[in-house]
């Protein structure tokens, strides 16, 4: 009975084992012995040329960036392909049935550190190293990251609202001496994602020989600003036409005072909500502020003026020579075009005197106002 029982439960066991099913692939099984005797003597901390300068070949390939013009903080995120030659890493595929490439975690080989110089967020330097390598027999390493970096960008906001900035991404060897050279291997790569606020204009990469920095991403940037052109630099134009037409009206009506006292309010007010728009960060002022800096002296001049005005032509005493001289000249040249527009005064002889030479006053400062306004035009608005 004893022996019965034995013997069935010997063929069960049998039974049981030639049941299990093995799903160990045979290229499996001869990668698993290639990771063993490739990482059983491999020291991950030592340079695969210990006397000698390793040269890395990278190849960047952008896939968006985000400009933060209030922090100035210029965020990437990119794709680097480190690709190196490693001799110890080599291999005979037909000792492994075959296998000609495998894939290992950077952490278990040797990998350059190449970090982040300009970084915003110093934790943020290294982590973005530790991915899959693929390892090929001859000993060719290619390490493929997915980098996210936040890097300090200037802004300079002299043309601000079309302002163009220029942010600069630089990389070096994270060892302070350590024997190893990074250089662009092959034309970037540009995936970049449609951004609403800026527009890349231009992205080159450069191998700069230098100490510290040794490959240079930059990023010329310019922005959508044409809505910003609507708020800022639209009403600044209009507002100058409008005080040169208020400059035409006569000073003997009120309605001049009172429409150039509003452009002034205009101004004013602009000028108070631009300050909304314009980043709060930044090394050079706009020169959207330098025109309306000047179209407001323009105007406050002219509300002077036209005070000072309205009290010559009230004006009726004898003028003096030198007075009716410049009135009869001005009078005769080119038919009296350039006392256009010429006030008239019902009154007396004399009130016309001087009405007609504070009519050729208002005229000057006009001519200067449209020569003033025209060359803030073209040197102030961007």
Partial sequence: MILSISLLLLFIHSMRSDCIIDNSSHENIWEIKLHTDLLRWHRYTESPKPNETV???????????????????????????FE?????????????????????????IWAPGMRLLNVVDEDDSERYYYTSCQIKSDGQVVC???????????????????????????????RINGKVRFKVKNPLVDFVRGNVQWQAVDIKQENIADSNIQIRLTFIIKRNGSSLVLAVVHPCVILSVF????????????????????SLVCHLYLLSAIDDFVPIRGTDPPTILLFYRGSIA??????????????????????????????????????KLLMWPRWKCKEEKHSQEWTDFATLVNIVYVVVSIVAYISMYFKFIP
């Fill in 298 to 335: 323009i105007t406050t001049i002219g509300i002077i003026l036209t005070f000072v005005l309205h009290g010559i032509c009230e004006k009726k005493t004898l003028p003096p020579a030198w007075l009716s001289s410049v009135n009869e000249v001005v009078l005769v040249i080119r038919e």
């Fill in 144 to 174: 493929s990251p997915r980098i996210y970096l936040r890097t300090w960008c200037t802004l300079k906001l002299a043309k601000w609202p079309l302002d163009t900035q220029t942010c600069l991404v630089d990389f070096g060897d994270w």
């Fill in 84 to 108: 190196w030659q490693d001799d110890r890493l080599k291999w005979n595929p037909s000792d492994y049935g075959g296998v000609n490439d495998t894939v290992v975690s950077s952490m278990n």
């Fill in 243 to 262: 005080t040169t037409i208020c400059l035409l009206l006569n000073v003997r009506d009120g309605l001049r005072l009172q429409m150039i006292s509003f």
């Fill in 55 to 81: 040269e890395i070949g990278v190849t960047f390939s952008i896939r968006s960036y985000i400009f933060d013009s209030n922090e100035e903080v210029f965020m990437l995120n990119v794709r680097a392909d």
